[in-house]
């Protein structure tokens, strides 16, 4: 209970900090973002931590009502919500950016190549958020007009 009230207000606190001034706006605008993650956290989910910080500072920067960010995991990038099942720094992480409305697209292909489950073996996944492949879904974003990171 205790770890659940420090992530609320662990939240509160980033989206507070997120506000930005009026020149930043106009400096960036709104943007459309997809930020692509393929690739295995390294020891201590290392890359996964660093790809959710790229994107709380993104966010800080443009503002969270100026984005629309979507994240899409394939391949070895579903192990950050794998790994988010049982590490309270990746799901509060996670949290906070859903909190700001980042969605996360999972591919379907992964999910039955390896026989992931994600009601059960990943954190906070829903079925809204499994696309049927990950590799088309970043391109049908950047046809959309997001522009692509890989962080």
């Known amino acids: 209970m205790l770890k659940r009230l420090f992530a609320?207000?662990?939240?509160?606190?980033?989206?507070?900090a997120g506000s930005v001034s009026a020149e930043e706006t106009e400096r960036y605008g709104k943007q459309k973002v997809v930020y692509h993650i393929n690739y295995d956290g390294g020891p201590e989910s290392k890359a996964y931590r660093g790809a959710m910080r790229n994107i709380q500072n993104h966010i800080n920067a443009v503002g969270a009502e100026n984005?629309?960010?979507?994240?899409?995991?394939?391949?070895?990038?579903?192990?950050?919500?794998?790994t988010a099942k049982q590490d309270d720094?990746?799901?509060?992480?996670?949290?906070?950016l859903k909190c700001q409305n980042v969605s996360f697209h999972v591919c379907n292909n992964t999910l039955k190549g390896r026989k992931i489950s994600y009601e059960n073996d990943?954190?906070?996944?829903w079925d809204e958020d499994i696309v049927p492949s990950?590799?088309?879904?970043?391109?049908?974003?950047?046809?959309?007009g997001y522009t692509y990171i890989k962080p």
Do not use: F, P, W
């Open 134 to 144: 990950g590799v088309a879904e970043l391109s049908r974003l950047q046809q959309m």
């Open 122 to 125: 990943l954190y906070d996944t």
């Open 8 to 16: 609320i207000a662990l939240i509160a606190l980033v989206t507070a």
């Open 67 to 82: 984005m629309d960010i979507k994240v899409v995991l394939h391949g070895n990038g579903l192990g950050l919500l794998m």
């Open 89 to 96: 720094t990746l799901q509060t992480a996670v949290s906070s």
